[in-house]
């Protein structure tokens, strides 16, 4: 067989991995880690046979390598210097699936059909969580089988999609339709998953979408936000009050009590943090408050990274969430076609609303579901600007 030939059953083999991925991402994570697992493969043996290892046409390589860097840099001193190297590669593997997406994937109907299975996923485990979970069964918070923060940043991560592509777009009954149905599922299983940050998210990223693309969309979309937790159960009611409790919800109070260990635990290793992946060993050991019962992490990205890798490793880490959103907003203006150009805009709520405003109260940027997701996208998203604004350069 000749060289090409082989090389058109690898390409097979990456597609139909990183579709193993997509439809499994919120379904199983074993499918999403055998998906993950065959595009790899194929990437590396493609990358054998041709022996081109240069990455090309990624804008990211530069704000990539400086954060994980910035990021090694805290194993100077690390308090575990073993766990450091283990949480390294859980902020590699996300990096990885967006990179063996830009250089494998250049066909638009490819980036179509690998979202559309990703979106597939959320709304069959959508539909489990909110008519098996919730009104078979009675749970009052849904997760569908994960834990429920992480599926809340799947469901935020397709409502800003389905809510985007519903305003603008949809061409006719029949799309508008899809997308309502689809907007009206995935956000009612989001409102009984009731990952509050991802409300946030949501919110957040929605508002901001609009003042880009149609402002006259903020009041109304407000004043919907406000009729629904005006007619929302009790519970659902009781949850929202509570993001303003700082004086007894539980869980407000334990945040709080992580933010200021990472902070003091900041401002005792100013540089380089006391090691990656160390937040949980150092807390309990050094800074732990009696009230605080979970300490795998600050709940926060960006007290969790000053702690950990001390402000070089956070400054890498704010320059890459900078140079990201940058980047999607500056293309995004730059794009003709109107889905495409929907899409990156979503990108850019989508990686605000989980990382920046979720992340705010979750340390989400590694996480597996959350991270893969959106670096799924986010490779998707620079596939589109390859094409249809670098391409057009060309």
Known sequence: MKK???INYIDKLIIGGLGLMAFSSALAMAGSSIGFGLALLGWLI???????????????????????????????GSYNLTESIDELTSYLLPVILYYIIVSNISNLNTVKKLFNLGLASTVISASYALFWQHYKLGMRRV?????????????????????IYLLWGSNGFKDKAKYGILLVLISLTLIYNQTRGAWLGLIGSSVLSFWFYDKKWIPIFLIIIVLVASFASEPIQSRIRSITNLEYNRSNLQRIYLWRGAIEMFQDHLINGVGLGNFKEVYEDYYHDPYVTVTSHAHNNFFNFLA????????????????????????????????????????????????????????????????????????????IINNLVEGAKG
């Open 4 to 6: 090409e030939g082989v």
């Open 46 to 76: 493609k990358m054998t046979i041709t022996k081109e290892t240069e990455i090309k046409n990624n804008p990211l390589n530069i704000p990539i390598s400086i954060f994980l860097i910035t990021a090694m840099i805290s194993f100077i």
């Open 143 to 163: 997760d569908s089988g994960w834990m429920a923060i992480d599926f809340g940043a799947v469901l935020l991560i397709y409502s800003l999609f389905t809510l």
């Open 308 to 383: 950990e890798t001390g402000i070089i490793g956070f400054t890498g880490f704010v320059y890459l969430i900078y140079f990201i959103l940058k980047y999607l907003y500056i293309n995004y203006s730059k794009i003709k076609e109107n889905y495409y150009k929907l899409f990156v805009l979503s990108t850019f709520a989508v990686f605000l609303g989980v990382f920046v405003i979720l992340g705010f109260f979750e340390s989400n940027f590694y996480r597996s579901i959350p991270g893969r997701s959106v670096w799924f996208i986010l490779g998707l998203a620079v596939v």
